[in-house]
């Protein structure tokens, strides 16, 4: 189960970072420590961390300190003896994939800055989940999209349970399930198609065609280079 706890804590607090981008210091702090501790090393001292989170915050404004830190410890991810900082033990075997998700969920925030204005809620709502989904964080990109449909009545509805599919389908890929990439792709696809290529600020057309390289791929063909994209399209029908 510790994977399946970090993946929920991590998802947690990134899906924290992207409603308060601009408190999102401990981010900084986060991937900071992970990228100074390791499976043979999961101990360091606070002050090392904070002064790497500070390089890592100047870019977004942030001044890390030690109640940033603290956050962390709440949280269950880390433990505090003295002036060491301990990863906790049951999340040591799964580094790669805390440094991985924790330096995503920075690029996420840097998307977030420089994103233009979205012109409804629900359509600020959707540019969120596209920009977690394009930082490669596809579990929370799901997580944050499911919220939205499960609150939405109307014709996006089928819209954002298709996003929710195709999110799903590259986190399964990302766990080299690829029986569930692709049947969730192929349902996610089958929901995308009833709308047309720009739709609640997303250029469909373009990620419909990018999807389709992944889906020859999912059954077996070569690997695109590049994960899909969900890009803003110009002047979208907001549903």
Known sequence: ???????????????????????????????????LTSPKQPRLIWRDCLKHATTLSAPFGWKPTKRHLSRLVKAGLFSSRGDLIVLAPRFVPHMTYFKRQT????????????????????EKAVDLGAILFNAGLFFESHEWLEGIWKTTRGPSTEF?????????????????????????????????????DAYLGIDLGRLMADLGGWTAHFAGGSRPADFPRMQKAVGAPRG
Not at 170 to 178: A, D, L, R, S, V
């Open 1 to 35: 189960m510790s994977y399946v706890d970090l993946k929920h804590l991590l998802a947690e607090l990134a899906l924290e970072a992207v409603r308060q981008p601009e408190k999102a210091a401990w981010i900084a702090v986060a991937l900071a420590c992970a990228e």
């Open 103 to 122: 330096a995503r969920v920075l690029k996420a925030i840097a998307e977030i800055r420089g994103a233009q204005p979205a012109v409804t809620p629900e």
């Open 160 to 196: 954002h349970h298709g996003l929710i599919q195709t999110a799903a389908a590259f986190y399964h890929y990302e766990k080299g399930n690829m029986h569930g990439s692709r049947t969730l792709l192929s349902k996610g696809l089958t929901k995308l198609a009833a709308y047309p």
